[in-house]
């Protein structure tokens, strides 16, 4: 998948400012964790080895704010965990497109399909959902150590597209 223009025209016009500016390092993307937390438990995964008082922290939304407004990349990514988990997500997103930052929101969509259908994520040309799949049925499944997450992961994918 090529990159929107609308998009690759905000990068293009950021890094000119930038060295008109002078700087030689600036950020591009920020990629922001809000929580370590997960709807799965991949074996190949390190995350799910964290103590669970860890496990169990998010990040605020005002200084996820914070961090989106110092850094100032034009792009933020937001993994996880599961950043579905986050209990702030609606509003992060809805703010991050108010500041017409471009989204990359990193989900294993299990959960996709109930939130747009909820109303969460409306259409947006800042929000691509960036969805993690390990292969066809039987390997996703056996990859992410649970069956039947590839057949949600595909119903949000396609409500998604809709």
């Keep these: 998948m ?16 930038q060295r008109l500016l002078g700087r030689k390092r600036y950020p591009l993307v ?8 997960c709807n799965l438990a991949c074996a190949g995964c390190g995350k799910i080895q964290y103590p669970a ?50 989204i990359y929101l990193c989900s294993n969509a299990v959960l996709l399909k109930e939130k747009l259908e909820a109303g969460w994520f ?14 066809p049925r039987d390997e996703h499944d056996f990859a992410v150590c649970r069956e039947g997450t590839y057949d949600k992961a595909m119903a949000g994918i396609r409500m998604a597209v809709d």
């Design 122 to 135: 409306k259409p947006s040309k800042y929000l691509t959902f960036s969805i993690h799949m390990d292969g």
């Design 30 to 37: 920020l990629m922001l964790e809000p929580l370590l937390r």
């Design 53 to 102: 008082h860890i496990l169990k922290r998010d990040l605020s939304l005002e200084d996820a704010l914070r961090a989106v407004d110092e850094c100032g990349a034009p792009m933020v990514s937001i993994p996880g965990g599961e950043p579905m988990l986050w209990p702030h997500i609606q509003a992060f997103v809805e703010a991050l497109i108010k500041r017409r930052k471009y």
């Design 2 to 17: 090529s990159v929107p223009a609308a998009q690759a025209w905000t990068v293009a016009t950021y890094v000119l400012k």
